[in-house]
């Protein structure tokens, strides 16, 4: 596979086209509308004629992207009365989200959908992963409205992660000031374990639930092997054995564990970097950068993807697009070591007028 047409193809989800865009109060869908983006509180499209339009996200009751229909999915089953599964599949759909837009979308529902159901602490961790990556002041007129009430501790703990994630990414005063109330009345919940709610963020039971044991204190839970196996294959790595490293990453991705998907991806491109495969390590990569943008892998993938890519293609703008991307990641992450490489070979591209770093 060559990777060249890859990179484009990923690094190009800044808009999509939506099958419907539903405006509150309204039945039919407006005609014809593509989506631009979602941020800073806002969704902003072009209608049928070509006119670009925007509305606040309050405004708005539902949005269909054709990239993206595990979001119709989720919202049929949340139609059909299935809450459970209706959220399980938001969770999905935010998870394999393929841009900015249908993330922020997907996790302004699971706020929407979370307080319907009076489960605050979830409703405020989906509002701060929202604020982490777009700190814009509009995105609080979507602020929970339950009582806090009664919270499981994983629910309220993963809460608490998130608030304070948020807290480091914004400088505006109204969003810090409201993140700071909504730490205070997470700090004051009450906890206990609530059958059947959706708390704590474990991507393999929201993947595999039928796999996770429904109480832990029935069932004997079995020995985690996800981070002894990449222990090992990271071992593999440091010692220079790039090819029963390759061949370990091969195995565990057929195991299906998603748990580690995103660090068994950037440790495949580092054992393809290492028997000289560049380009399939520059797709191993840059999937672990943009289908996992959270993972702490995400921004040292990138920049890895960038360098290979500036080395193997030093007249093409990839490795541009791919170290903007890691800045952004790393800005976000507070990773400061791929921040200051990202800008020296950015500074450095813009200087030779090219895209090599």
């Given at each position: 596979m060559?990777?060249?047409?890859?990179?484009p193809?990923?690094?190009?989800?800044?808009?999509?086209?939506?099958?419907?865009v539903?405006?509150?109060?309204t039945?039919?869908?407006?005609?014809?509308?593509?989506?631009?983006?979602?941020?800073?509180?806002?969704?902003?499209?072009?209608?049928?004629?070509?006119?670009r339009?925007?509305?606040?996200i309050?405004?708005?009751?539902s949005?269909?992207?054709?990239?993206?229909?595990?979001?119709?999915?989720?919202?049929?089953?949340l139609?059909?009365?299935?809450?459970?599964?209706?959220?399980?599949?938001?969770?999905?759909?935010?998870?394999?989200a393929?841009?900015?837009?249908?993330?922020?979308?997907?996790?302004?529902?699971l706020v929407q959908?979370?307080?319907?159901?009076?489960?605050?602490p979830?409703?405020?961790?989906?509002?701060?992963?929202?604020?982490?990556?777009?700190?814009?002041?509009?995105?609080?007129?979507i602020?929970?409205?339950t009582?806090?009430?009664?919270?499981?501790?994983?629910?309220?703990?993963?809460?608490l992660?998130?608030?304070?994630?948020?807290?480091t990414?914004?400088?505006?005063?109204d969003?810090?000031?409201?993140?700071?109330?909504?730490?205070?009345?997470?700090?004051?919940?009450?906890?206990?374990?609530?059958?059947?709610?959706?708390?704590?963020?474990?991507?393999?039971a929201?993947?595999?639930?039928?796999?996770?044991?429904?109480?832990?204190?029935?069932?004997?839970?079995?020995?985690?092997?996800?981070?002894?196996?990449?222990?090992?294959?990271?071992?593999l790595?440091?010692a220079?054995?790039?090819?029963?490293?390759?061949?370990?990453?091969?195995?565990?991705?057929e195991?299906?564990?998603?748990?580690s998907?995103?660090?068994?991806?950037?440790?495949?491109?580092?054992?393809?970097r290492?028997l000289?495969?560049?380009?399939?390590?520059?797709i191993?990569?840059?999937?672990?950068g943009l289908?996992?943008?959270?993972?702490?892998?995400?921004?040292?993938?990138?920049?890895?993807?960038?360098a290979?890519?500036?080395?193997?293609?030093?007249?093409?703008?990839?490795?541009?697009?791919?170290?903007?991307e890691?800045l952004?990641?790393?800005?976000?992450a507070?990773?400061g070591?791929?921040?200051?490489?990202?800008?020296?070979?950015?500074?450095?591209?813009?200087?030779?007028?090219?895209?090599?770093?």
């Amino acid at each position: 596979m060559k990777v060249r047409w890859l990179i484009p193809l990923l690094l190009s989800g800044s808009s999509a086209i939506a099958d419907a865009v539903h405006v509150v109060g309204t039945a039919a869908p407006l005609p014809g509308s593509t989506i631009v983006s979602v941020e800073g509180g806002r969704v902003v499209y072009t209608d049928l004629t070509g006119k670009r339009r925007q509305r606040g996200i309050e405004e708005i009751q539902s949005l269909s992207f054709d990239r993206h229909s595990a979001i119709d999915l989720a919202e049929a089953r949340l139609a059909a009365g299935n809450a459970e599964d209706g959220v399980r599949l938001l969770l999905i759909a935010m998870l394999d989200a393929p841009d900015d837009s249908t993330r922020r979308w997907t996790l302004r529902r699971l706020v929407q959908v979370h307080d319907g159901r009076g489960e605050y602490p979830q409703a405020v961790a989906h509002l701060a992963r929202l604020l982490a990556d777009d700190s814009h002041p509009a995105w609080l007129r979507i602020l929970p409205v339950t009582a806090p009430g009664v919270s499981t501790p994983a629910a309220a703990a993963e809460a608490l992660r998130e608030v304070r994630r948020a807290r480091t990414q914004s400088g505006d005063g109204d969003v810090l000031a409201a993140i700071r109330k909504l730490e205070a009345s997470l700090l004051e919940l009450d906890r206990e374990e609530i059958p059947g709610s959706v708390s704590g963020f474990d991507v393999e039971a929201i993947r595999n639930p039928d796999a996770v044991p429904a109480s832990p204190s029935a069932v004997p839970s079995a020995p985690d092997r996800s981070a002894s196996d990449s222990n090992d294959i990271n071992r593999l790595l440091a010692a220079g054995d790039y090819e029963a490293a390759l061949e370990a990453c091969s195995r565990a991705a057929e195991a299906g564990d998603r748990r580690s998907m995103a660090r068994l991806l950037w440790q495949t491109g580092e054992a393809n970097r290492g028997l000289g495969l560049d380009e399939e390590a520059i797709i191993a990569y840059t999937r672990s950068g943009l289908l996992f943008p959270d993972a702490a892998t995400a921004a040292p993938s990138l920049a890895g993807a960038a360098a290979l890519a500036a080395k193997i293609w030093p007249e093409r703008p990839d490795s541009v697009h791919l170290w903007e991307e890691a800045l952004r990641i790393a800005r976000r992450a507070g990773d400061g070591e791929v921040e200051a490489r990202a800008r020296a070979a950015l500074k450095d591209s813009n200087d030779q007028g090219g895209s090599r770093p």
